[in-house]
C-alpha cells in the first residue's frame, strides 16, 4: 500500500515519532523517580514539547504544495502543519500549568495522557481519509475523557469525565455513522476523492444530506456548537483546570481543522446548503452562549459559555467558503488559544490561594497579585475583542471575510454579540480591580511554572495584535492550499 517508505514519508510524521518518544521518557522517569521528584515530571514533558516544536519547525516543515503520503492518509501540507505546531506548543503550556496542582502535576500518566491525545489532534490536522480521521479523533477523544475525570475523588471532576464519555461517544458513532453512508454509497474514504466520486457514481441527494449531518453532528461536538453545546459547562467546571484550558483550545482547534479540511474537500459542490446551515449554527451559538454567560456566577462555567461563543464566532470565517475565511478561522484559533490558556492558567493560580473559582472570590485580586490581575485584563480584553490585543485583529479578519464574501448580516450579528460579550468579562474585571478583600495583605505567590507560562502567553497576545502581519501571512498561506 505504501510502496518504499521514502524520507519525506518520514519527515511528515516526524512531529508524531517525537511526540511519542517524549511520553516514552516520561513513562521511564515516572518508573525510576521517587515521589518527591515527580513534579519534575512536568518539566521534562514541556521541555519535550518545545524541542519537538523546534524540531518539527526546523526539519517537518512542507513544501509549497500539499503532499498525499502513506497511501493518501496523510496530507502533508501548510494547514496541518500550523495545526500541529499549535497543539504541540498548547500541550506545553498545560504541562507547566499542571506541575503545580495537587494531585496532577506529580502523576506521570497526566502526561502521558496529554502527549497521547496531542498525537490524536496532529493526526486529525492532517487526515486525509475517513478511515484515519475517526482513528485520529478517537485516540483524541479517549484520553480527553479520562483527563476529564482524573480527579477520582471529586464528585465534580469524575461527573465530567462521566458525561463527556457518555455525550463524546454518542457523537461519535453518529459521526461514524455518516462516514458509512458516504463510504457504502461512493466506494471510496479518501477525502480528496469524495467530491469527484459524489458527482460520479450520482449517490442519492438525501443521504449525502444526511451523511453530511452526522458528520456535521460529531464535529460540532468537538468544537461545542449548538445544540452540541451543552456539556461544555459541567465538564469545563468539572475537570481539572489545566485540562478545562486545554479542552477548550487545542480540541476545539483540532474540530475546527477537520470541519474545515472534510467540508472544503468532500462537499464542495453542495457548499450553498451546508454554507447557510452552518451561518444559522454560527448565530444561535455566539448568542446563546454570550447569554447565558452573562449570568454565571461561576468563572470556569463563564469561560465555558464564552467559549460556546467564540465557537460561534470562528464559525463565521467557515461559512465564507474562501481563503480569506479560512486564514481568519486560522488565525483567530491562534489567539484564541494563546488567550484562554492564559486565562484558564489565572484561574489554577488562583485557586491555589482563592479556594474557589466563583467570581465573587476574585475581589481585589489586583491587591494582592499586581502581576496575575494584569494577565488576566489581557486575556479578558483579547477574549472580549478589544484592541491592541489578538483577539481584536481574529475578530476584525473573521468579520471583515464575512462582509466581503456577502454575509453582511452574519458579521452584524457578530458585532452585537462581541458587544454583548464585553459587559460579562468586564463584570470580572471589576471585581477583581475595584471590589475589597479582607486577605489583602496576603500576596499570592505564583511558581516558577506558572510564571513562564502566563509570560509567553501574555507577550504571544500582545504579539498578534501588535504585529499581525506575519502571523497573517502564516495563515493565509495555510488557507490557500485547501483550495
Known amino acids: 500500500m505504501f510502496g518504499s517508505i521514502t524520507s519525506t514519508m518520514i519527515l511528515a510524521i516526524l512531529p508524531e515519532i517525537l511526540l511519542l518518544v517524549v511520553a516514552g521518557l516520561v513513562l521511564v ?134 458525561k463527556y464519555l457518555l455525550f463524546g461517544a454518542m457523537a461519535s458513532a453518529l459521526m461514524l455513522y455518516g462516514f458509512s453512508l458516504l463510504f457504502g454509497f461512493t466506494g471510496v474514504t479518501g477525502l480528496y476523492d469524495l467530491a469527484l466520486a459524489i458527482q460520479t457514481v450520482g449517490a442519492d441527494f438525501a443521504v449525502v444530506i444526511l451523511s453530511m449531518l452526522l458528520i456535521l453532528v460529531g464535529f460540532g461536538f468537538k468544537i461545542s456548537a449548538f445544540p452540541l453545546h451543552f456539556w461544555a459547562p459541567d465538564v469545563y467546571e468539572g475537570a481539572p483546570t489545566p485540562v478545562a484550558g486545554f479542552l477548550s483550545t487545542a480540541s476545539k482547534a483540532a474540530g475546527f481543522a477537520v470541519l474545515v479540511r472534510v467540508f472544503m474537500s468532500a462537499f464542495p459542490a453542495l457548499a450553498d446548503n451546508w454554507t447557510m446551515l452552518i451561518a444559522v449554527v454560527a448565530t444561535i451559538t455566539m448568542t446563546v452562549g454570550n447569554t447565558i454567560a452573562l449570568a454565571q456566577k461561576n468563572l470556569k462555567r463563564m469561560l465555558a459559555y464564552s467559549s460556546i461563543a467564540h465557537a460561534g464566532y470562528i464559525l463565521v470565517g467557515v461559512v465564507t467558503f474562501s481563503e480569506l475565511g479560512v486564514a481568519s478561522v486560522i488565525f483567530y484559533l491562534i489567539a484564541y488559544l494563546l488567550t484562554n490558556l492564559a486565562a484558564f492558567g489565572v484561574i489554577a493560580v488562583a485557586w491555589n490561594a482563592l479556594g474557589s473559582d466563583e467570581i465573587e472570590a476574585y475581589d481585589g485580586l489586583s491587591r494582592r497579585s499586581p502581576g496575575l490581575a494584569l494577565v488576566m485584563l489581557v486575556a479578558f480584553l483579547s477574549l472580549a475583542g478589544m484592541p491592541p490585543f489578538g483577539g481584536f485583529i481574529a475578530k476584525v479578519l473573521v468579520f471583515a471575510a464575512a462582509v466581503k464574501d456577502g454575509w453582511i448580516w452574519l458579521a452584524f450579528v457578530g458585532i452585537l454579540n462581541s458587544i454583548i460579550g464585553l459587559y460579562y468579562y468586564l463584570v470580572v474585571l471589576k471585581r477583581v480591580y475595584l471590589y475589597r478583600s479582607e486577605k489583602e495583605d496576603q500576596p499570592i505567590v505564583i511558581s516558577r511554572p506558572y510564571r513562564i507560562a502566563l509570560t509567553v502567553l501574555s507577550l504571544g497576545i500582545l504579539l498578534l495584535g501588535a504585529f499581525f502581519a506575519p502571523w497573517f501571512t502564516w495563515s493565509s498561506g495555510a488557507a490557500a492550499g485547501l483550495f
Open 29 to 162: 522517569f515516572d518508573a525510576i523517580w521517587s515521589d518527591e521528584k515527580r513534579r519534575a515530571l512536568g518539566w521534562v514533558t514541556a521541555f519535550g514539547l518545545v524541542l519537538v516544536l523546534a524540531l518539527g519547525l526546523a526539519f517537518a516543515s512542507p513544501g509549497s504544495s500539499g503532499q498525499l503520503l502513506w497511501g493518501g492518509m496523510i496530507r502533508h501540507d501548510w494547514a496541518g502543519f500550523i495545526f500541529k505546531m499549535l497543539f504541540i506548543f498548547g500541550a506545553a503550556i498545560t504541562a507547566l500549568l499542571a506541575m503545580d496542582v495537587d494531585g496532577l502535576g506529580n502523576r506521570g500518566e497526566f502526561y502521558v495522557l496529554l502527549l497521547v491525545s496531542t498525537i490524536g489532534m496532529s493526526l486529525m490536522a492532517t487526515s486525509a481519509d475517513l478511515i484515519m480521521l475517526y482513528l485520529a479523533i478517537e485516540t483524541t477523544s479517549i484520553p480527553m475523557y479520562v483527563l476529564a475525570g482524573f480527579f477520582k475523588r471529586d464528585d465534580k471532576s469524575t461527573e465530567a469525565g462521566f
